[in-house]
Structure formats: C-alpha cells, structure tokens
C-alpha cells in the first residue's frame, strides 16, 4: 500500500526529495484553509507541518487513515498530543536538527549583550563615539543557569566550555546533567545564577512560568535569554523587572505577541506598554524567532524528519 503524505508547509527540497525516492506518495497544499484541509485529510496517512495551523480534536477526527504528523520543528505545542496519541498516531519532531542553531544564536545573544554591540553600532552610525558608557563585561567568572535541559539547552550548555563559566541546569526530569551542566535544584539556580537561558517547550506549566514572582526569586540581578516560546515569559512582569534592576538585560528571540504560526507578530492598534519599553530599551536585543532558522538547520530539521518517517515504517 502506497503511503500517501499531505505536505502542508513549504520545507527544505531534500524532505520531499527523500521521500519520494523511497516510495512515499507526496502531496503539497500551502494555502488551502484548515477547514479545506480537514474535508480531504481522510485520504492521507501522513501529514508534515510547520505551524500554519492547530491539529486540534476536530481535525483529528476526521483523519481517520492518519498514522503520523511529522512537524519541522522543535515544539508540538500547535498539536494536541494526548488525543494524537488516543488515535495511535505518531508523533515525530525534530529538535536534534536545529538545537545547534540555537545554541549559536542564544551565545551570540550573550555577547552582544555583554558588550553592547548593538548600542555602540547604533550609535557610531548616528555619529556619537562613546567609550565610557560601552564598556563592556566579560562572561568568564560568571554562572550561567540554563532551565530545561534537553537537546537545546545541552546544545548551549556544549557551547560554553570554551568559557571559564560555571553552568547549571534545571529540569522537571531526574538525571538530566552531564559533563557540561551540573544538574540542581530551582531554588539553587535562582541563588547562583547570572545569566538565565530557557530552553523550555511551551505548556500548561510553562505558561506564563516567567513571571515577577520567579524573577524576583532570584539572589542576583541577571541577564535573561529566551529562545523558546515567548509565551513563557510576562512581557509585562519582565519590564518591571527591568525598570527596577533585577534584569541587567534582555535577549528576546521569541515574543508573548507572536501569533502561533510563528510568521508574524500579533500587534494590537496600540502597540503595548511594554512591548515599546522592549522596542526602545538598549539593554534589548529583538529577533524574529530565528533562532533555529539557519540554512544549515534548514536542511537538517528536514533530514531529520526524513530519517524518522523511514524509521517508523521500516520496523
């Protein structure tokens, strides 16, 4: 039986490419809506995505032939899982393939904050010279606290060894630490830590996890990096802190304001409060959650879900 595979998001050539030439069945449909989709998806065993729309319980149940959803991506979150899964549906992602993307990008946030490259870049181009206030700080001595110990944040953790830096890692799961991050308690992290990065995927219990109770928890003013979801920080509670001094800094690659397509960014017709402090602040670096959007990574989330589709149908 030829397994036939609805390609709803454009990806790397080489997804499409492999599958084909191993006997899979490929259909494409980049602009039809979830509820068009959702009148044909019965004739599919597959379906690869990014995040162009939720795979809800509706659309579940009318997948009745469906037996994997593959997403190009790190995060199932646009994916209800557990009814997936009711269905015996595979679930396939792929953080391996871009968490070297993030790491690189989550360090080079650090930098530039550390020495304030965007500030003086800025500055020089607007024909100020100013030492004084650029002055940089170093990361060597510093403890870098990383919450979420998975495949990204062990990806940042390697990253960093090159750096005379402690490191420490929280996660919900027991024995996640290695060689390159000591495993601790959240209440130790919070003591210790100078620079947080979260590598944490987005749910119910990471919602809104960043708040100005968790911030304010923390023994030291620090630098905070989010290359998750930006769910999982209060914009709001985030500024506070940063008004206040808690937060020396802010490297945002991911926004609470980004629609779940990942594509845009949701502004209202008055753009937040504290959205605009982050627009305007210096101690802010923006990027548009591109993180794990590299050309290499492009090509390997793509590989990696190749390599998983295989898989699964070779057992």
């Known amino acids: 039986m030829s397994i036939k595979i609805l ?15 191993a ?3 490929n259909h494409a449909d980049f602009t039809s809506s979830k509820e068009e989709i959702e009148a044909k998806i019965q004739d599919y065993n597959g ?23 593959a997403r190009v991506g790190a995060g199932l979150e646009s994916i209800d899982c557990d009814y997936a899964l009711d269905k015996d549906i595979n679930l396939i992602a792929a953080p391996e393939g ?9 360090l080079g946030m650090i930098l530039s904050l550390f020495n304030k490259l965007n500030q003086a870049d800025s500055e020089i181009r607007s024909g100020e010279w100013n030492r004084e206030s650029n002055r ?8 870098v606290g990383i919450i979420g110990y998975g495949n990204m944040g062990k990806a940042f953790a390697k990253k960093l060894r090159g750096f005379d830096v402690a490191v420490l890692c929280y996660d919900i799961a027991d024995n996640m630490g290695d060689e390159n991050a000591k495993q601790v308690s959240l209440q130790e992290l919070q003591q210790k830590t100078d620079v947080l990065s979260l590598h944490i995927p987005w749910t119910p219990d990471t919602d809104k996890m960043i708040d100005l109770n968790f911030i304010n928890a923390f023994a030291k003013p620090f630098w905070i990096i989010n290359t998750s979801r930006g769910k999982n920080i209060v914009t709001a509670d ?10 020396l800094g802010a490297g ?12 845009t960014l949701f502004q209202e017709k008055n753009t937040p409060e504290a959205f605009q402090y982050l627009l305007d602040g210096k101690k802010v670096i923006l990027t ?9 990574s492009h090509e390997r989330l793509a590989q990696v879900i190749v390599d998983k589709i295989k898989m699964l149908y070779s057992k």
């Open 47 to 69: 379906i690869v995505i990014r995040s162009r729309f939720k795979i809800d319980k509706t659309f579940l149940d009318k997948a009745v032939n469906l037996q994997f959803i």
């Open 98 to 106: 871009n968490c070297n993307a993030v790491a690189e990008h989550t």
């Open 7 to 21: 390609h709803i998001d454009s990806n790397h050539p080489i997804l499409w490419q492999q599958l084909e030439e």
């Open 252 to 263: 945002l690659d991911v926004l609470e304001y980004e629609k779940l397509s990942f594509e």
């Open 23 to 25: 006997g899979f069945e």
């Open 238 to 247: 985030l500024v506070e802190a940063m008004k206040s001094g808690k937060v």
């Open 288 to 296: 548009p959650h591109i993180a794990g959007w590299t050309f290499e």
């Open 136 to 143: 940089g700080h170093e990361l060597d001595g510093k403890t």
